[in-house]
């Protein structure tokens, strides 16, 4: 039996601080949901605009896999192991925190905001050396397919992180239908849709909804229109030392 929850744009938490504003699907700074504390590894799903040559300052990690998408605009990062980059449209990264990491995050534009989604993920091991990767996805590879994006190993097209996870990417037209069977049995799926609307399962979700789903291991989805999504397969399980 497919059990799944549905994280719906409305049902998001929302923060407006003027140079910033985001919405969290988990509990995050000053929004406290007790139901949305985490699905599965995944434990801040957070979706952000950040004005012009504004950001966040030097501030610290420990033990946590981060996963940064810009949609639109550049970011500038600087990290305490010697990383100083621009994070592009395109691009994805990872930080794996680890024994502890501290790193700055600014919109590069002068004359636009930047859009991100940043995603953090417990780790299945603790206090790892911290590392720093960063690679340019091939868009045209991404078109009416899943493009893989991340996975548990280092490989040569995609980012790694610490845990059993993978990420797509994918555009599709309207119409498009795709199948996707798990890794691994017993993890967990979580679709988010970041423009258009699609079906998965017999489920409709439009921009910027998201479904988590267990105990279930193929997926079929349905692009109602075009639409981007970025789909994610995770461990529902916490690792012992975070239950």
């Given at each position: ?236 399980e916490l690792p012992s030392f975070y239950q």
């Open positions: 039996m497919s059990n799944f929850i549905l994280f719906s744009d409305s049902s998001r938490g929302y923060a407006d601080h003027g140079w910033l504003k985001s919405h969290h699907t988990f509990s995050f700074a000053n929004y406290r949901n007790s139901e949305r504390i985490h699905f599965g590894v995944l434990r801040v799903f957070n979706d952000d605009f950040i004005d012009s040559g504004m950001g966040f300052g030097t501030h610290p990690h420990q033990n946590m896999e981060i996963i940064t998408i810009p949609l639109s605009g550049d970011l500038a990062h600087k990290d305490s192991m010697g990383n100083g980059t621009i994070i592009r449209q395109g691009d994805i990264q990872v930080m794996s925190a680890g024994t502890g990491i501290e790193h700055s995050e600014y919109n590069a534009n002068d004359d636009k905001p930047v859009e991100i989604l940043q995603l953090w993920l417990f780790p299945k091991t603790l206090n790892v050396t911290p590392r720093y990767e960063q690679k340019t996805m091939d868009k045209s590879a991404m078109h009416n397919q899943l493009l893989t994006v991340l996975t548990p190993n280092p490989t040569e097209n995609a980012v790694w992180i610490h845990q059993d996870a993978w990420f797509y990417l994918s555009d599709l037209d309207a119409g498009k239908k795709l199948e996707y069977q798990l890794q691994k049995a017993a993890n967990a799926l979580f679709v988010f849709v970041i423009s258009g609307s699609l079906e998965i399962n017999g489920q409709k979700l439009n921009r910027r909804d998201a479904i988590g789903f267990t105990d279930t291991e193929k997926f079929e989805i349905i692009a109602q229109e075009n639409t981007q999504l970025l789909l994610m397969e995770f461990p529902e």
